[in-house]
């Protein structure tokens, strides 16, 4: 049950890009799994991008395939979202969120995470 703190939201034309970081608040970091999550306004929040921690392994949902990135960053427990071509469809409140389970697969289920950050809003205009 870490604490994640994530940011890099805001207003960006369709066709343009963002980047959204997240960091583990504190100095021990045991997630092996971090991901991001997005939720627009009426619908349920959903996965994104998830990414394991030791291997760089990631899984993306279709719908961001080939446009977003998700990586690990160069500091511990650090995890960046980059986001191309974005589409007014992409706008929803962004959610980083982390597991400890090393699953054999990087779990899309909101449930299977523990930790969450405070969400990001990210809009894109037409």
């Known amino acids: 049950q870490v604490q994640l703190v994530e940011s890099g939201g805001g207003l960006v034309q369709a066709g343009g890009s963002l980047r959204l970081p997240c960091a583990a608040s504190?100095?021990?970091?045991?997630?092996?799994?971090m991901g991001w999550f997005r939720q627009a306004p009426g619908e349920e929040r959903v996965f994104v991008a998830g990414?394991?921690?030791?291997?760089?392994?990631?899984r993306y949902a279709d719908s961001v395939k080939g446009r977003f990135a998700i990586s690990r960053g160069n500091a511990e427990g650090t995890v960046s979202l980059q986001m191309n071509s974005l589409k007014p469809e992409d706008t929803a409140i962004y959610y980083c969120?982390?597991?400890?389970?090393?699953?054999?697969?990087?779990?899309?289920?909101?449930?299977?995470?523990?930790?969450w950050g405070q969400g990001t809003q990210v809009t894109v205009s037409s």
């Open positions: 990414i394991t921690l030791a291997s760089g392994a990631t």
């Open positions: 504190e100095r021990t970091f045991r997630s092996a799994i």
């Open positions: 969120a982390a597991t400890p389970a090393p699953t054999s697969q990087i779990p899309m289920a909101t449930i299977l995470y523990n930790s």
